[in-house]
């Protein structure tokens, strides 16, 4: 089993913000199988799929993203699951917009819902899908920019590349996580 999350903030408050484009990411994958998010037995969303003879399991954590870890420990203990299964999609600050990158281990560098999840999982090898969202308008506070609304001057920008991360998962899936980080992470979407 390989499980999928995708990091973002529950709410209508921050629908809409950067902080969400990994839960986007993994509801766009949700829709593209056809298949249905439904409340799971704690804090998170979650769809079953098989694709390419393996079972996947595609989860958005309804905690706040400073809690990510606690969904996704829970549902790893429960299917005995190691950090090797999982891929996390979050939105990252230190990337441009218009970039994503595929990487297979490394630090959270100071995502706070990654950071939950290297802390709660004592692993920082885990995969994971960065979604730049560094733009030329700047907020002076991080945590204010992160949690602003994407302007509608970038909201065309943001839907592309939310179907190219998207891509992405779907490519890393069907031929392997190499082959994605080769053609993904060299490509700008913007």
């Known amino acids: 089993m390989q499980l999928i999350v995708g990091l973002g903030n529950p709410g209508r408050r921050y629908s809409g913000t950067w902080h969400n484009l990994g839960a986007r990411t993994v509801g766009t994958v949700v829709e593209r199988w056809k298949e249905l998010l439904k409340p799971g037995k704690g804090e998170f969303l979650y ?18 993203m400073n ?3 606690g969904p996704v420990v829970e549902w ?3 299917y005995r699951l190691d950090p090797s299964d999982l891929l996390i999609i979050y939105d990252d600050h230190d990337l441009p917009l ?9 630090s959270s560098g100071g ?27 700047e907020r002076t506070e991080l945590s204010h920019q992160v ?8 909201t ?35």
């Open 47 to 64: 769809a079953d799929a098989r694709r390419h003879g393996g079972k996947i399991v595609l989860l958005i954590p309804t905690s706040y």
């Open 67 to 69: 809690r990510s870890g």
């Open 76 to 78: 790893m203990n429960y």
């Open 98 to 106: 218009g970039r994503i990158r595929l990487r297979e281990t490394g």
């Open 111 to 137: 995502h706070r819902g990654m950071d939950d999840i290297i802390r709660l999982t004592g692993s920082e090898d885990i995969l994971r899908l960065r979604i730049g969202i560094q733009t030329d308008r």
């Open 147 to 154: 949690l602003s609304k994407i302007p509608a001057a970038h």
């Open 156 to 190: 065309a920008h943001v839907d592309r590349i939310i179907d190219i991360a998207a891509d992405a998962v779907e490519m890393m899936i069907s031929e392997g996580v190499t082959v994605a980080m080769n053609h993904f992470n060299r490509m700008e979407i913007i």
